[in-house]
């Protein structure tokens, strides 16, 4: 099955669930309930929510909460009921990893709110008008007003929430071109945001700037930021390690490599998927919503366009 036969709450919640979701036939996502959403505490202050869309890390203080990410827009009042559940207090920031609509769904909720919305400033770009993403053959409307990002940054940056030191890092061209991760060096929490699929091939957008090379790099320069004991929330699938990481810009590294040899060489799409080089990848990776092919596909695009940009 390819990607365009899924539709949206069937093609995410498998990417929700991880590799684990596959198993189920995709028809059955339509006539369930969607999956509850579970929080994870993983310090005092930090908590991992899963379930919806993308991952969501909502951080305690004593007079609000923040929340990184929040899930498909269709779900907003499931996340939000689920973070008051974790802690009664309101939120007072939103922080967007990036644009995608799995990740932004709380926007205009706590916008209309005045809830405080930090994202990188190509974020807001691509929230404000129609946007298309040709790797998923979707194209998105913009957000109302309220739901844009009120305070937006172009480079890194460090800042506290109540007493949590966080330090947030630009990716420039990985998987859009306005991804953020962010790092919490107290309680050595790090939040990828879509820079890790964690255990299967990665939606790479190349619509709006990224590409599977940039992707192996972020891997690779956020695993250098972990150690051992790192808990690390990806943007989907289950919680990660620097192994993980690793794992992950080791696959997109070598595919990159050998996808830019076949490039050279002048052999069209077809002839790369031909030639497999995902193979020795496919057991780990391979059975999330991109199987290999349709995969080998969007990475072979996605340095096509780069290499066109640079
Ligand atoms: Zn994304």
């Excluded at 203080?61 to 990184?68: A, C, E, H, P």
């Excluded at 998987?175 to 790090?190: Q, S």
């Excluded at 030639?275 to 080998?296: I, V, Y």
Aim: contains cysteine; aromatic residues 8%.
């Amino acid at each position: 099955m390819s990607s365009e036969q899924w539709n949206r709450r069937e093609f995410f919640a498998a990417l929700a669930g991880g590799a684990a979701a596959f198993s189920i036939p995709s028809r059955a996502f339509g006539q369930n309930a969607p999956a509850p959403i579970k929080a994870t505490r993983l310090s005092d202050r930090i908590t991992m929510m899963s379930g919806d869309g993308g991952n969501v890390g909502v951080i305690l203080s004593d007079s609000g909460l923040m929340m990184i990410d929040g899930g498909l827009p269709e779900r907003a009042s499931d996340m939000l009921g689920a973070v008051t559940g974790v802690d009664a207090h309101p939120v007072t920031l939103l922080f967007n990893t990036h644009w995608h609509f799995d990740h932004i769904g709380c926007n205009e909720t706590l916008g209309a709110k005045g809830v405080k919305i930090m994202a990188q400033e190509n974020v807001k770009k691509r929230l404000s008008v129609r946007t298309t993403m040709e790797s998923m053959n979707r194209t998105f409307d913009p957000l109302k007003p309220q739901g844009l990002p009120t305070q937006e940054f172009s480079k890194s940056g460090k800042m506290t929430f109540g007493k949590e030191k966080i330090e947030y890092v630009h990716i420039p061209t990985a998987h859009t071109d306005g991804d953020t991760y962010l790092f919490f060096p107290d309680a050595n929490i790090l939040h990828t945001g879509d820079l890790l699929f964690n255990g299967f091939y990665p939606v790479i957008d190349y619509s709006t700037g990224g590409w599977v090379g940039g992707m192996a790099r972020a891997a690779e320069e956020i695993a250098r930021r972990c150690d051992a004991k790192t808990k690390v929330i990806p943007g989907h699938g289950p919680l990660a390690s620097k192994d993980d990481l690793k794992a992950a810009g080791e696959m997109l590294s070598t595919v990159t490599q050998r996808l830019e040899k076949l490039i050279k060489e002048g052999k069209s799409a077809d002839e790369a998927v031909a030639a497999a080089p995902t193979r020795d990848f496919d057991d780990k990776f391979g059975h999330g919503a991109f199987k290999p092919d349709a995969w080998t596909r969007i990475a072979y695009t996605s340095i096509v366009r780069h290499s066109q940009k640079s």
